[in-house]
């Protein structure tokens, strides 16, 4: 089990990132939810993958959402393509950056979580739904209020 959360902690760190908006506070939901899975352990009938992204999500709404804390500054440098040379590109690719995870932090907390496990993580619906036990409908439909409300923001 630890190896293969080894090689999910990329992809539990980007959600961590999309829910918390926050470099340091993903690192932290991060080391969290991978202490909670060492020390709780996974039920047998739960793929690792659908299990830990539903811990890191319900430790995000339990700690993070609790505080409520919404840090607007984001220190996105490690996300940035670190091999463009073109300062202008960089420059907007952050303000991009900023702008979108400033859109999502206007989105509810539901909707958030579902469009950052499909846009961000890849996952299908059918993986959504299972990851956060809701019908795949729910799914479809704050997807889609997601989207509208994204495009509305930008």
Known sequence: MKEELLILMPAIRRFAYSLTGSPHDADDLLQTTIERVLSRGVPED?????????????????????????????????????????????????????????????????QRSILALIAVQGMSYKEVAETLSIPMGTVMSRLARARIALNQYL
């Open 46 to 110: 739960v793929e690792l993958v659908k299990w830990v992204f539903r811990v890191c999500r319900n430790l995000w709404i339990d700690e993070y959402r609790a505080r409520k804390i919404r840090r607007s500054d984001v220190d996105a440098a490690e996300l940035l393509d670190e091999q463009a040379i073109d300062g202008e590109k960089i420059i907007c690719d952050h303000i991009t950056l900023h702008q979108v995870n400033d859109a999502m932090d206007q989105l509810p907390d539901d």
